[in-house]
């Protein structure tokens, strides 16, 4: 895997052969992989991965006309062939209005801000066997627990590199390490699975393996002899690992492009109320050692953190330039970049704020509800908000948890799903999108 240095190096080269070959404004990214695996299934050793890649995508622009290429061989004849033919598809493309770069005078310069995302130290195989090992161990110690998945330990290394005809280059580097463990409890016909898993920049700030391996034993266990739930409308609870979904459905319905092609659920409501006044929902691009954070998008403006929701509203919507153009707003620094094609949109390291009271002070006044740990398909629609989803949890009977139940669905909008949620104050900070539990009251179950 190239360095840094070749990175831009590469984007350059990039930049300066399409304009030779004719295109009045280009941009170039190059990105960097280095990723290895060990994977142990009932104490032995299943699996060894370890991967490298190079690539780099070129956009060009003729006029309005644009087109885009993207290339694993980064050597120089390679390299000129590419920007030779996507200079030739920008010529032959239909014309767009709204195409080009992000506006000049927006650029970002460096010095960047240091956000720590790399981690000098680089695990050897045997000690990412080693974590593997004691995770799954440490899972398959829990009494209930019979069959096992595997345990996992991985850690991989990114580089990103930009640069554009008007004067942006930047890049940066990240690593990751990562934790996992999946058992299955109990026999027969009544056998239930389970995980756990995390993820960080810097292996100082993962639980341990032994902490991973317990949690994902202990949940397979408590999901034993899941019972079924009646059809009826009732709150629902929702688990950080799933409450966060709904945050990424905002997001989503947030962006710019959905919003031009007006297939997002958020139209006209910029100026509504969405949630509860007290609810704050931030973004965070420049969080230390975040797991998305960065210092300029895919379009070398700045990042900057911002409430997305603030007093229960949202605060405008995400674009990157096209569709900044589309609206007649200006750029705000969310455009994300992959090896090829246009620009996207995303956000960094956002959280739902936490709230004032435990999650047993949320559920405390709910009859019959549910705690929802799990969900299941894809049923949620963009343009309308309409969402449903497969589910299994825990029934919640006046006030407390009382068993596993499974097999059931979940219905509502989201429009009205975001007016009734309310938080615990239990928020962690170890996702890319960080929520605590979530209450939300008159959903539609769907079971028996």
Same mark, same amino acid.
């Given at each position: 895997?190239?360095?840094?240095?070749?990175a831009?190096?590469?984007?350059?080269?990039l930049?300066?052969?399409?304009?030779?070959f004719?295109?009045?404004?280009?941009?170039?990214?190059?990105?960097?992989?280095?990723?290895?695996?060990?994977?142990v299934?009932?104490?032995?050793?299943?699996?060894?991965?370890?991967?490298?890649?190079?690539?780099a995508?070129?956009?060009?622009?003729?006029?309005?006309?644009?087109?885009?290429?993207?290339?694993?061989?980064?050597?120089?004849?390679?390299?000129?062939?590419?920007?030779?033919?996507?200079?030739?598809?920008?010529?032959?493309?239909?014309?767009?209005?709204?195409?080009?770069?992000?506006?000049?005078?927006?650029?970002?310069?460096g010095?960047?801000?240091?956000?720590?995302?790399?981690?000098?130290?680089?695990?050897?195989?045997?000690?990412?066997?080693?974590?593997?090992?004691?995770?799954?161990?440490?899972?398959?110690a829990?009494?209930?627990?019979?069959?096992?998945?595997?345990?996992?330990?991985?850690?991989?290394?990114?580089?990103?590199?930009?640069?554009?005809?008007?004067?942006?280059?930047?890049?940066?580097?990240?690593?990751?390490?990562?934790?996992?463990?999946?058992?299955?409890?109990?026999?027969?016909?009544?056998?239930?699975?389970?995980y756990?898993?995390?993820?960080?920049?810097?292996?100082?700030?993962?639980?341990?393996?032994?902490?991973?391996?317990?949690?994902?034993?202990?949940?397979?266990?408590?999901?034993?002899?899941?019972?079924?739930?009646?059809?009826k409308?009732?709150?629902?609870?929702?688990?950080?690992?799933?409450?966060?979904?709904?945050?990424?459905?905002?997001? /989503? *319905?947030? =962006? $710019? @492009?959905?919003?031009?092609?007006?297939?997002s659920?958020? !139209?006209?409501r910029?100026?509504? +109320? #969405?949630?509860?006044?007290?609810?704050?929902?931030?973004?965070?691009?420049?969080r230390?050692?975040?797991?998305?954070?960065?210092?300029?998008?895919g379009?070398?403006?700045?990042?900057?953190?911002?409430?997305?929701?603030?007093?229960?509203?949202?605060?405008?919507w995400?674009?990157?330039?096209?569709?900044?153009?589309?609206l007649?707003?200006?750029?705000?620094?969310?455009?994300?970049?992959?090896?090829?094609?246009?620009?996207?949109?995303?956000?960094?390291?956002?959280?739902?704020?936490?709230?004032?009271?435990t999650p047993?002070?949320?559920?405390?006044?709910?009859?019959?509800?549910v705690?929802?740990?799990?969900?299941?398909?894809?049923?949620?629609?963009?343009v309308?908000?309409?969402?449903?989803?497969?589910?299994?949890?825990?029934?919640?009977?006046? /006030? *407390?948890? =009382? $068993? @596993?139940?499974?097999?059931?669905?979940?219905?509502?909008? !989201?429009?009205?799903?975001?007016? +009734? #949620?309310?938080?615990?104050?239990?928020?962690?900070?170890?996702?890319?999108?960080?929520?605590?539990?979530?209450?939300?009251?008159?959903?539609?179950?769907?079971?028996?």
């Amino acid at each position: 895997m190239f360095d840094l240095s070749r990175a831009e190096e590469r984007c350059a080269t990039l930049i300066a052969l399409a304009r030779r070959f004719g295109a009045d404004a280009a941009d170039a990214v190059a990105i960097g992989d280095m990723s290895e695996s060990v994977h142990v299934r009932l104490g032995a050793l299943e699996d060894v991965e370890r991967s490298e890649s190079e690539s780099a995508g070129l956009r060009v622009f003729v006029g309005q006309r644009s087109a885009s290429i993207h290339a694993t061989d980064l050597s120089d004849d390679a390299l000129a062939e590419l920007a030779e033919r996507a200079v030739a598809m920008a010529k032959a493309a239909p014309e767009d209005r709204f195409a080009g770069l992000a506006p000049e005078e927006l650029l970002t310069r460096g010095p960047f801000p240091d956000l720590d995302m790399e981690d000098p130290a680089e695990p050897s195989p045997q000690q990412l066997r080693a974590m593997a090992e004691e995770a799954e161990d440490a899972a398959r110690a829990v009494d209930g627990v019979t069959n096992s998945e595997g345990g996992s330990a991985g850690f991989g290394r990114s580089i990103v590199a930009l640069a554009t005809s008007h004067g942006f280059s930047g890049g940066y580097g990240a690593t990751t390490h990562s934790l996992s463990a999946s058992v299955v409890a109990g026999t027969g016909s009544g056998m239930q699975r389970d995980y756990a898993w995390r993820q960080a920049r810097h292996a100082g700030d993962l639980i341990s393996p032994a902490d991973i391996g317990r949690l994902a034993g202990e949940r397979a266990v408590a999901r034993l002899g899941p019972g079924r739930l009646p059809s009826k409308v009732m709150p629902l609870v929702f688990d950080p690992r799933v409450g966060n979904g709904l945050i990424g459905h905002l997001i /989503g *319905a947030m =962006a $710019g @492009p959905a919003i031009a092609r007006r297939a997002s659920f958020l !139209l006209d409501r910029l100026d509504t +109320a #969405l949630f509860d006044s007290s609810v704050h929902i931030l973004e965070e691009p420049h969080r230390v050692r975040g797991l998305r954070s960065r210092p300029f998008d895919g379009e070398g403006l700045a990042t900057a953190p911002r409430a997305l929701v603030e007093g229960g509203k949202v605060t405008g919507w995400l674009a990157d330039s096209a569709s900044a153009r589309q609206l007649g707003i200006a750029p705000t620094g969310h455009a994300s970049r992959g090896g090829g094609g246009a620009p996207g949109v995303s956000a960094s390291n956002v959280h739902l704020a936490a709230g004032s009271v435990t999650p047993e002070e949320l559920m405390a006044d709910i009859g019959e509800g549910v705690l929802v740990t799990e969900l299941f398909g894809h049923g949620v629609n963009a343009v309308t908000g309409d969402y449903s989803r497969g589910a299994s949890g825990y029934r919640i009977v006046d /006030g *407390a948890l =009382a $068993g @596993p139940v499974a097999e059931f669905t979940i219905a509502g909008n !989201l429009v009205d799903m975001f007016a +009734a #949620l309310v938080p615990a104050n239990d928020l962690e900070m170890h996702r890319g999108i960080n929520v605590p539990t979530l209450r939300i009251d008159g959903m539609t179950v769907a079971g028996d």
